[in-house]
């Protein structure tokens, strides 16, 4: 079990600074349940079906790639306080995923920008690169994110 992550607020966070998730690894078996429930095509579900499509091979689903990142976010590599809260971005694939592929994150802040009108919380725009194990990017995601302010301390608070 990882240890917990100090949460983060708009004031702790710096254009330029980098967060790393730690690695997760695909395997077959993943790939297939998952394109089963969410995304039943042939190169996702079956190697000899997969072999002679564009991808060459099994492939995992591109939304189990961007789910894996998610989860890698969520449990080690972006503690914003009050959670990740997405406002908009732009996902691309860039390679397929395979069985066997190690997948780790690492995102870097581009922007920061403090709401006018709601003074609790800011946006900032990220940059999150999935890599394999090659360090190939596999995935790329460019979110603007909502995340909120410290919560002012009020009388009587130490």
Known sequence: ???????????DLA??????????TMDAAAIKEFAAAWDPQPFHLDEAAAARTLFGGLSASGWHTAAMTMRLLVTSG?????GIIGSGGELRWEKP?????????????????????RPDRG????????RNQHAETVQSFSPRLVVMRRPAMEAGDV
Not at 15 to 24: D, L, Y
Not at 78 to 82: E, H, I, K, M, W
Not at 98 to 109: A, K, M, S
């Open 78 to 82: 972006l503690p914003l306080a009050g």
């Open 97 to 117: 995923v395979r069985p066997g592929d190690t997948l780790q994150v690492e995102c870097e802040v581009l922007e920061i920008v403090p709401s006018r009108s």
């Open 1 to 11: 079990m990882l240890a917990p992550m100090t949460p983060l607020f708009l004031e």
């Open 15 to 24: 254009v330029g600074q980098r967060f790393t998730s730690a690695a997760a």
């Open 123 to 130: 946006m900032v725009r990220v940059r999150c690169l999935t």
